[in-house]
Every structure is written in C-alpha cells, then in structure tokens.
C-alpha cells in the first residue's frame, strides 16, 4: 500500500478510473498483493473478509489483461493486413491491383482440457461443452487459451 495504485503496474487510465472515478485513495491489504502478482501471470487464491476489496483485486488486472490482449490482436491484425496487401500489390502490379480489404482476423481457438480439470467436471469430446457433476461443489478445469500476459 506503500506506492498506491500507481506502483502496483496498472495502466494510467485504470489508476486514474480507480482514484478519481472511484475515489479509492489507496489499494487494500488483498488487493495490494493480489494484482501484481495476477498480472505477472501467477494463479492467486485470496480469502479475506467481506468488504476487503476482493472482487476489485481480481477485476482490476482482468481489465487490464484483456485490454492488453486486444491492443496485440489488433496490431497483430494490422501488421498482418498491410503486409497482406503489400504482397497483393506487388504480385498484382499491371492488373489493376488486389483489394484485401482487410478481412485477415485472428481466430482463437478454446477448448477445455481434457486432461488438467477436477473429477466432477465432464468435457464433451470437442472440448467446448463443459458440466459439473456436482452443483454444490466448487470444480474447475483449465482452458487451451485465456487471458495471458504478453511481454
């Protein structure tokens, strides 16, 4: 808590979401040692008393990840495309030349894993339907692909 929200690694428009939008002065005990670590990419399993600042601890670096990994996609999708077109000039040069148009996406395919879950989940063999055998019972599994940290 010593740094604030600004020494934890969050973006700018995060810190300045929480100060002034939220009027947060300072991050909790939980939520001070959850999100750096959540967004270093470590698996955190936090219990601490209701009102403590769980919810933001976890919601927070969320944001963050999943605007991180658009901005990539989307400049992944960017360089692809100029490139793309830049190949369609050059091999269509005399013949009025090529339209990409810029429909190169980037398809992510996720599926659950068959192999890293607990044993009241069942996974259909396509990895895409996922049913816990137990509703009163927490279960997990993993996924091929989620949020990840690049860089």
């Not at 670096?61 to 369609?88: G, T, W």
Request: proline letters at 3%.
């Amino acid at each position: 808590m010593a740094g604030g929200w600004a020494s934890l690694g969050l973006l700018d428009e995060l810190v300045a979401a929480v100060e002034d939008d939220f009027e947060w002065t300072l991050p909790t005990a939980v939520q001070d040692e959850c999100i750096p670590l959540i967004l270093g990419g470590g698996d955190v399993l936090a219990s601490s008393e209701t009102g403590s600042g769980k919810t933001a601890a976890f919601a927070i670096p969320i944001l963050q990840l999943c605007h991180e990994n658009k901005s990539a996609e989307i400049k992944h999708a960017a360089a692809s495309s100029a490139s793309s077109r830049n190949q369609a000039k050059a091999s269509d040069k005399g013949n009025g030349g090529g339209d990409i148009g810029g429909n190169d996406r980037i398809v992510i395919k996720y599926e659950m894993s068959l192999s890293d879950r607990d044993k009241l989940i069942s996974i259909d063999p396509s990895g895409c339907l996922v049913q816990c055998r137990d509703i009163k019972q927490w279960s997990g599994c993993r996924c091929t692909a989620g949020v990840t940290r690049h860089g």
